[in-house]
């Protein structure tokens, strides 16, 4: 696990789900709900957004970058349709 300070390092957040989505899931909570970051984790894996904040999870540009990476990112999203 990764300590606070490096969860809530915005830099280095974007730069790990940039590489690996899910690293979306050790983001802090507020970077969890940055649409930059969790934009960027679901267009490398869909189904990070499951780590996202709610109101990201119900956000149709976010949930449809999540779907054409993977179609199975739609599980996480049942508000938005």
Sequence with gaps: ???PRLRNDRE????AVLQYGHAL???GEQ???DREIVLA?????GRALRFAS???QDD???VLAAVRSSGSALASAPHVL
């Design 1 to 3: 696990f990764a300590s």
């Design 12 to 15: 280095l957040v974007l730069a």
């Design 25 to 27: 899931g050790a983001a």
């Design 31 to 33: 970077l969890q709900g």
């Design 41 to 45: 984790a679901v267009m490398q894996e």
């Design 54 to 56: 709610r109101t990201l």
């Design 60 to 62: 149709f540009e976010i």
